[in-house]
């Protein structure tokens, strides 16, 4: 979704009080209209009920310097829904979009070990992040969607 969308604030609203950390930070940038008219918010729902999110961005927490893009990001899932393959379904409608954008490949840093190559990526290596720590970094080619 795009900012104006209706399902905007209820997404700031759950990332801004959800249990991860990094939540807050992205219902301010969802707050700022920090999103470009490429990226997205992906929202989870239970109804009308947000549950999870994800997002799609031309930059993650990389230096600007790097030029590798898009990127999927904040992706987290309420933990009473967690279990259901929630996390695959927002992560496949991203590369989804990206694919339909005109990309051949998308990326994600992370620290999770083991996850995200069950849905088709691939460990590229280590990078430095923005915040200085290192990260691991993942690509998935559009040849498996």
């Known amino acids: 979704m ?6 905007w604030q209820k997404t700031a609203a759950f990332a801004r009080t959800c249990s991860w950390r990094a939540g ?3 219902a301010e940038r969802m707050d700022r209209g920090e999103f470009t ?3 997205r918010v992906i929202a989870c729902l239970d109804g009308e009920q947000v549950i999870g999110f994800c997002t799609f961005s031309k930059k993650d927490s990389l230096p600007e310097d790097d030029r590798r893009t898009p990127f999927i990001g904040y992706v987290f899932v309420d933990e009473k829904y967690r279990g259901k393959r929630l996390s695959q379904r927002m ?5 989804l979009h990206a694919a339909v954008s005109g990309y051949d490949a998308v990326y ?3 620290g999770e070990r083991g ?3 069950k849905y088709g990526f691939h460990r590229i290596g280590n990078v430095k992040t923005v915040r200085g720590t290192e990260e691991q970094l993942f690509r998935r080619d559009f040849d498996h969607i």
């Open 2 to 7: 795009k900012r104006g969308h209706p399902m």
């Open 24 to 26: 807050p930070y992205l």
């Open 37 to 39: 008219d490429r990226e």
């Open 91 to 95: 992560i496949e409608r991203a590369c």
């Open 108 to 110: 994600i840093v992370s």
């Open 115 to 117: 996850l995200y190559e």
